[in-house]
């Protein structure tokens, strides 16, 4: 087999600069809107604070930062994109934290 010169690395650093770019350079779409939730995906969690991640979305990073399921509680906190039109469904009213399970 013939040898080529793109190491792994130079491809991996070719694809995450390439990814960043084109990130940074496009806007977000006006019909979609960001959403957060918390993970506690690679952590070790209390099932309260599993379930707590599993069902609760928030219209705001600060609103997922303080809604934590007990003190213990270390989910990380993540950014999601839904459509505009069901951000709007479900965070009326000015609401900042939907439970999946109520709805």
């Not at 809107?33 to 209390?46: F, M, Q």
């Not at 509680?73 to 999601?80: G, Q, R, T």
């Amino acid at each position: 087999m013939k040898k080529t010169s793109l190491t792994r690395r130079a491809f991996l650093f070719a694809a995450a600069s390439a990814g960043a770019a084109a990130s940074l350079g496009c806007p977000p779409s006006r019909k979609t809107a960001v959403v957060y939730r918390r993970s506690c995906k690679g952590l070790h969690a209390s099932n309260a604070a599993k379930k707590h991640s599993a069902n609760r979305i928030y219209a705001t990073v600060t609103a997922a930062t303080q809604d934590v399921a007990h003190p213990g509680d270390n989910a990380k906190v993540v950014s999601l994109v839904m459509s505009k039109s069901k951000f709007d469904r479900l965070f009326k009213g000015g609401r900042l934290i939907v439970d999946l399970r109520h709805i």
